[in-house]
DNA sequence: ACTTGACCCTGACAGC
DNA sequence: TGCTGTCAGGGTCAAG
C-alpha cells in the first residue's frame, strides 16, 4: 500500500504520540517480517527516547537517542495504529487480525501511555537499525534517487537520467534510483495528468542535445504535484480518521486512473476509456486515447 | 549495462 | 459453504 504519501501521512499521525517519548517498552510478537528484525532489537529500543521522526522516499525514520535510527519500511500491507493502555483491557476485544501486530511500542509521553502497534500481514515489511551519522551507508539509501517534492528533481536532472534509455516510462519512474518514493499508482496518475503514455520509450522525451523536451518538464511538474496533493488528502483524512479507531496508513483517495479499468477517462474532453495492461509483471492503467 | 520475471507472504474477491 | 484461481500500493535477486 504505501507509497511516499502514505509514509509521510503516517510519520504525520505518528508524530504527536513518538516525538519526546520515552519507548518503555519494545515488544515483538515475531523473530521475523521479510527479514529478521534486528539483533537484540527489543532491549537496544527499550529505555531509549524518540527524538524526531523523519521519512526518507518510503522509509520511515525513528530517530532514537545516542545516534540510532529505526528504519521501518512498510512493504505492501505494513500499517501503524495507536491504542490507549488501558489499565485492566486483559479482555479487551482484539481486532481481527491482531495476529498479525509483529512489533508494539509501549511509548510513554508527558505521563501519558500508549501503544503503537506495526501490523503486517504479508510481512513484506521490514525493520533496521542503522547508526543516524552513517545512515548515508544504509544500503537502500546509498543509491536512492531525488525525493519527488525536493529541490534535486527537475528536469534536467530526470533527462539525465532518462536520455538514450530504451526502457518505459512506467519502468524508469519506478525506478527508486531515478526517483525516491513513487509507486505503481502515483507514477500512474503522473503519467495520465502529463498526457504521456506508460509505454513511451523514456528516451524519446530527451533532445539528441540532452536538453528536456516540453513534454519532460511537464511530467517533472506532474510528479511534484500529484505527491503534494496525495501528501495533502493525507493531511486531511488523519483528522478524521484518526480519532476513530487510531489506524493510520489506510485512508481512502480517489484516483483518476488507477483502478478505474473499463471507465471514461476523466481527461476534460477526451472521452477515452481507462484501459490495463501489465508492464513488467505489474498493472498499468492508461487512458490509449490521451496519452502518447 | 539494461531489462524482465520469479519470488517473498497473506488476504480479499470472483466464479464455480 | 467451500474450493480454486487471481490479484494486490514493494523490493531483491537471478537470468536473459
Not at 537520467?161 to 519512474?173: C, D, E, H, N, V
Not at 483518476?256 to 477526451?270: I, K, L, N, Q
Request: charged share 25%.
Amino acid at each position: 500500500m504505501p507509497e511516499l504519501p502514505e509514509v509521510e501521512t503516517v510519520r504525520r499521525g505518528l508524530a504527536p504520540v513518538m516525538e519526546g517519548a520515552l519507548v518503555n517498552r519494545l515488544e515483538l510478537n515475531r523473530a521475523d517480517l521479510r527479514f529478521p528484525l534486528p539483533e537484540a532489537f527489543a532491549e537496544k529500543v527499550s529505555g531509549r527516547r524518540i527524538v524526531s521522526l523523519g521519512r526518507r522516499a518510503k522509509y520511515l525514520l525513528i530517530e532514537l537517542e545516542d545516534d540510532l535510527t529505526l528504519i521501518s519500511h512498510l512493504g505492501m500491507s505494513g500499517s501503524f495504529r495507536i491504542e490507549e493502555t488501558v489499565q485492566g483491557d486483559f479482555h479487551h476485544a482484539r481486532s481481527k487480525d491482531s495476529k498479525h501486530d509483529h512489533v508494539i511500542f509501549h511509548v510513554e509521553h508527558d505521563g501519558k501511555h500508549q501503544k503503537v502497534i506495526y501490523n503486517d500481514p504479508r510481512r513484506f515489511g521490514f525493520m533496521h537499525l542503522w547508526k543516524r551519522s552513517e545512515l548515508d551507508l544504509y544500503p537502500a539509501f546509498a543509491e536512492l534517487g531525488p525525493e519527488p517534492t525536493g529541490n534535486a528533481l527537475d528536469a534536467d536532472y530526470l533527462a539525465r537520467r532518462l536520455s538514450g534509455k530504451s526502457q518505459p516510462l512506467k519502468g524508469a519512474l519506478l525506478d527508486q534510483t531515478v526517483i525516491a518514493g513513487l509507486g505503481n499508482i502515483y507514477v500512474c496518475e503522473a503519467l495520465w495528468r502529463s498526457h504521456l503514455s506508460p509505454k513511451r520509450q523514456s528516451g524519446t522525451l530527451v533532445t539528441p542535445g540532452g536538453r528536456p523536451k516540453k513534454e519532460l518538464t511537464r511530467l517533472t511538474e506532474e510528479i511534484r504535484a500529484v505527491i503534494v496533493d496525495a501528501i495533502a488528502a493525507g493531511g486531511s483524512s488523519l483528522r478524521d480518521h484518526i480519532q476513530t479507531d487510531g489506524s493510520l496508513g489506510y485512508f481512502q483517495h480517489s484516483f483518476s486512473v488507477y483502478d478505474r479499468e473499463g471507465e471514461a477517462c476523466r481527461m476534460p474532453g477526451c472521452g477515452g476509456t481507462v484501459t490495463r495492461i501489465t508492464q513488467s509483471g505489474r498493472s498499468t492503467f492508461y487512458c490509449p486515447t490521451c496519452q502518447k
